[in-house]
């Protein structure tokens, strides 16, 4: 089975800009996570699709949303780039149906903002 | 969520060394896993625990789900150079979202 995909890898941005980013999860999953890592806070959770809905939600501003398509591929979208936006952008696809759930990451795609 | 506590914060090995890294929560998972990261890529899972005292190996990985189900911890044995890299424990909770908390990480270097 094909892994998760993202992209792009990379991305330069300036302030204010906004940006999308892409994911295509293993084929038969569901559920699409997306996590921020930054050297200072870690991998944080944004937010988490299934079935084409937003299931939950974590500590992050309006500006950050996402969605999921019928297929499962899921777009992250954040919309007036701040600096401290720089960071690695993870999607993690999963069956998302309960107990026994595993998590399986993409090579994320690297954001830098200018 | 919240930030597990996971120890050490780096460790600096000879190959052939044993190493070993825990995590701790404040609250109660149903689901452990480990991951590896290596620079410029994402996450690999490497072991995945689901019951509370369960034991599951992976090669030269070894790791336990804690049976207070708040603990969870690796360890590697006879240690390579490409066991070189950043490992993170992380626990989820299914009852109450799909959100994976993580630690900070372990980062490894095995020295030849």
């Known amino acids: 089975k094909a892994g998760v995909t993202q992209t792009p890898r990379y991305l330069i941005k300036t302030r204010g800009q906004q940006v999308t980013l892409s994911c295509s999860p293993i084929s038969g999953h569901r559920s699409v996570s997306w996590y921020q890592q930054t050297p200072g806070q870690g991998l944080q959770f944004l937010f988490e699709?299934?079935?084409?809905?937003?299931?939950n939600k974590g500590n992050f501003p309006g500006r950050f949303s996402g969605r999921q398509f019928s297929n499962s591929r899921s777009e992250m979208n954040v919309s007036t780039l701040e600096l401290g936006d720089s960071a690695l952008y993870l999607c993690?696809?999963?069956?998302?149906?309960?107990?026994?759930?595993?998590?399986?990451f993409g090579p994320g795609t690297r954001l830098l903002v200018l | 969520g919240q930030q597990l506590n996971q120890s050490p914060q780096s460790m600096f090995i000879q190959e052939g060394e044993d190493v070993s890294m825990n995590c701790t929560s404040s609250?109660?998972?149903?689901?452990w896993l480990w991951y590896k990261q290596e620079p410029g890529e994402g996450p690999v899972l490497l072991i995945a625990l689901y019951k509370a005292g369960e034991l599951t190996s992976n090669g030269r990985l070894t790791a336990q789900f804690g049976i207070t189900r708040k603990d969870s911890f690796l360890n590697i044995s006879a240690s390579i150079p490409s066991d070189v890299g950043i490992y993170f424990c992380?626990?989820?909770?299914?009852?109450?979202?799909?959100?994976?908390?993580f630690g900070k990480g372990t980062s490894l270097l095995v020295t030849p």
């Open positions: 992380a626990g989820l909770n299914s009852n109450s979202g799909y959100a994976l908390n």
């Open positions: 699709y299934f079935s084409e809905t937003q299931r």
């Open positions: 993690a696809s999963s069956l998302g149906q309960g107990q026994g759930e595993t998590q399986y």
């Open positions: 609250s109660i998972f149903n689901t």
